[in-house]
């Protein structure tokens, strides 16, 4: 009877590689000796042969002006092994579900790493695409077909450690928290039962708890979210205004997560019935220094936390990183070069109104002026003015602060929020008194803001007074530049979004595609969009304590007010968002 033949592994060696991109045309033969040599030379020998390309950085000769970077090299091995490549995004990665499929020796051995699991296959990734004998033993363990795709052998070997590491934590930490279970709503009483209290000062939990802050920032994340749910507990990040799952914890280490976090924000651990508010600092990858903004709330299964990030470097952008025309920029600070009176800033949460004012308050504290501001809480800690923050349990609210402030000589004072009738009469009181107040409003748009004082008991009499102007703004998402492509748009889908105006069809437009570098959402980043009411001597007879909001809207578009949406189209016209991203965000209020 003949013998089965079973095909040896074979590893990849860098004269094979070298041999094939000569062979294709890719690299030069001086190049390829280079390489070789590099490789003698090289200390790390253990490293895969395509990073020791990579790191000559040689150039691709059938694309000039571009160098073999490590993922080209990797998408060229897969199409030579006729197996898909695949970028491995580590938040499209259900860490949780892959990590107990194969032990982290085995992943290591054979240098794979499992990327996707479902009923019926497991995705597994490699860069080695001739070693194949893991393919047989994994199938008949998991009872299921294998999918091999080609990975990025850096990427590989560094989420294979970033995984198992965790999970290892995960693991540590549900062996060694003895929690009860959480929810106030279907709490088990659990007879002749004495569990103490969870110890969270444990090295997995503090593991879990650096690497949730490390990968929020390596991930450009704005928000984290620890949501306890009946089974287990979510954790989601909100990047560039959307939320993604990350990771699934059990509910036990969701509860030691939440009560580490609360310990480093000087939050009441014990306490689990009542809000609260806490902050930490951090330090990115990178050295930056960052504060997060931490908020709890009970629900049905136990306390959820949210952690806002502030990175001074997205605090800290100028007015054109912001995404002010020059028209914007004219009309925004000769309102707020002005010695008196009142500004307001509008727009929902996440709008972009911390960075807005604090770019505004930068700019206007010099070393003659006396700068305050009364925040809840106080954003990021700015060395040019003076800032106090909300304290509800000593009784400074809003109004009490700036009556304090007012006793300080002020010549510029910030509120943080303007939400009742109190502190809105204490803000118009400073600026009837020489000061410059700025402050923001929860409002649609900038004509909004007028009718929001009035519903809140302001005298029509003393808006005019007062009001220099409103800012309302949005942000939209920008394009990805690796992947947008030019769409043609009719005169109807143009209309759509301004329906009030007869916009001209832009020449160009751009929809989004999605790409790995964008996570196949085809957006990254975002950039602000701004609708400016200046007031002047034709809109201060329309304040009326009845206020005809529509007739406001007109008068003040034919002054010069650009709405949301026109703000929206003209960076439509200039490729930074799309048609879609325009309407989406901006509110439409267009006055026919």
């Known amino acids: 009877m003949a013998a089965v033949h079973i095909p040896q592994d074979r590893w990849l060696e860098l004269t094979e590689l070298l041999r094939d991109l000569l062979a294709q045309g890719r690299i030069s033969q001086d190049a390829a000796e280079q390489a070789m040599t590099a490789r003698h030379l090289a200390t790390d020998i253990a490293s895969h042969p395509l990073e020791t390309i990579a790191a000559r950085q040689l150039p691709d000769l059938q694309r000039p002006g571009h160098s073999l970077d490590l993922d080209s090299l990797t998408a060229l091995l897969a199409r030579q092994a006729g197996l898909p490549y695949l970028h491995l995004d580590p938040l499209q990665i259900d860490a949780a579900s892959i990590t107990p499929l194969m032990s982290c020796a085995f992943a290591q051995r054979h240098a794979i790493l499992a990327v996707a699991v479902d009923a019926q296959s497991v995705t597994v990734a490699s860069a080695q695409p001739y070693v194949t004998a893991w393919k047989a033993d994994l199938a008949h363990v998991l009872k299921r077909s294998i999918r091999h795709v080609i990975a990025n052998p850096a990427q590989i070997r560094r989420l294979t450690q970033e995984f198992y590491r965790l999970a290892r934590s995960v693991s540590g930490a549900s062996n060694e928290q003895r929690a009860s279970t959480p929810g106030d709503f279907e709490q088990l009483l659990k007879l002749g039962s004495s569990d103490p209290a969870a110890d969270t000062d444990d090295a997995h939990t503090v593991h879990i708890v650096d690497w949730l802050f490390q990968y929020a920032f390596e991930q450009r994340a704005s928000d984290i979210h620890i949501e306890p749910r009946r089974e287990q507990g979510n954790l989601r990040f909100r990047i560039d ?330 960076q439509v016209t200039q490729g930074l968002t799309s048609l879609e991203e325009a309407l989406r965000v901006t509110p439409c209020n267009e006055s026919r």
């Not at 920029?329 to 500004?343: K, S």
């Open 241 to 570: 205004g959307m939320l993604h799952h990350v990771y699934a914890f059990p509910t036990q280490v969701t509860l030691a997560i939440i009560s580490r976090l609360k310990s480093l924000g000087r939050m009441n651990v014990a306490e689990k019935r009542r809000p609260q508010d806490g902050r930490v600092k951090a330090r990115t990858p990178s050295g930056n220094e960052v504060e997060l903004r931490l908020s709890t709330l009970p629900t049905a299964f136990g306390e959820k936390l949210v952690m806002r990030i502030f990175d001074p470097q997205v605090l800290l952008k100028d007015f054109d990183q912001l995404g002010f025309s020059g028209a914007d920029m004219e009309r925004w600070q000769a309102m707020t070069t002005q010695a008196h009176g009142i500004i307001l800033v509008t727009g929902p949460t996440g709008s972009g109104k911390t960075s807005t004012l604090y770019a505004t308050l930068r700019q206007l504290a010099t070393p003659e002026i006396n700068l305050c501001t009364i925040e809840d809480p106080i954003e990021m800690l700015e060395p040019a003015f003076n800032q106090m923050q909300v304290q509800h349990n000593i009784d400074l609210d809003f109004s009490s602060g700036v009556r304090a402030l007012l006793r300080q000589d002020p010549d510029i004072i910030m509120i943080g929020e303007i939400r009742d009738l109190e502190t809105a009469e204490i803000a118009i009181q400073a600026a009837l008194t020489g000061h410059l107040v700025l402050s923001t409003l929860h409002t649609n748009d900038a004509p909004g803001a007028i009718s929001r004082l009035l519903e809140l008991g302001v005298p029509h009499y003393l808006i005019k007074a007062t009001l220099i102007g409103v800012m309302a703004q949005r942000l939209v998402r920008t394009l990805c530049g690796h992947c947008k492509q030019p769409v043609d748009l009719n005169a109807d889908q143009w209309q759509s979004l301004a329906p009030a105006e007869r916009l001209p069809v832009p020449l160009h437009a751009y929809c989004a595609i999605g790409c790995v570098e964008c996570r196949g959402t085809g957006y990254r980043g975002r950039v602000g969009v701004y609708e400016i009411l200046r007031m002047n001597d034709a809109l201060k007879p329309l304040i009326q304590p009845d206020l005809d909001l529509a007739g406001l809207r007109r008068q003040a578009a034919a002054d010069g007010m650009r709405s949301l949406r026109l703000a929206a189209s003209y």
